[in-house]
Nanobody, 125 residues
Framework: VQLQASGGGLVQAGDSLRLSCTAS????????VAWFRQVPGKERDFVAA????????HYADSVKGRFTISRDNAKSTVYLQMNSLELEDTAVYYC???????????????????WGQGTQVTVSS
């Protein structure tokens, strides 16, 4: 599957932004999809994931209550709604997907074989 991330931009602290991750292929509904983020010189960190069952979602503690991940399988798209953005949310955001990600791997970059190109999110004060 090929992934295309979009929706990044420059916003002020407290603003909202919605990222999209659109996939090619007709089996998207079988994929676990996640968002990770990375700042220069640091590791790529888990942000959120959504499993095949739309009700099963996972969040990093740092974004819980502010970010919401959702999916529209008919559009082969996963969204990351980011509210109350903070300076610390500034990063390149990557979406990742895999058919075989098990529960213990959901938050681990090694759990995903397919990655999008990344979209920059910059939060200013």
């Amino acid at each position: 599957v090929q992934l295309q991330a979009s929706g990044g931009g420059l916003v002020q602290a407290g603003d909202s932004l919605r990222l999209s991750c659109t996939a090619s292929g007709r089996t998207f509904s079988r994929y676990v999809v996640a968002w990770f983020r990375q700042v220069p010189g640091k590791e790529r960190d888990f942000v959120a994931a959504i499993r095949r069952n739309r009700e099963s979602t996972h969040y990093a503690d740092s974004v819980k209550g502010r970010f919401t991940i959702s999916r529209d399988n008919a559009k082969s798209t996963v969204y990351l709604q980011m509210n109350s953005l903070e300076l610390e949310d500034t990063a390149v955001y990557y979406c990742a997907a895999d058919e075989n990600t098990i529960l213990s791997q959901v938050r681990d970059i090694r759990g995903y074989d397919n990655w999008g190109q990344g979209t920059q999110v910059t939060v200013s004060s």
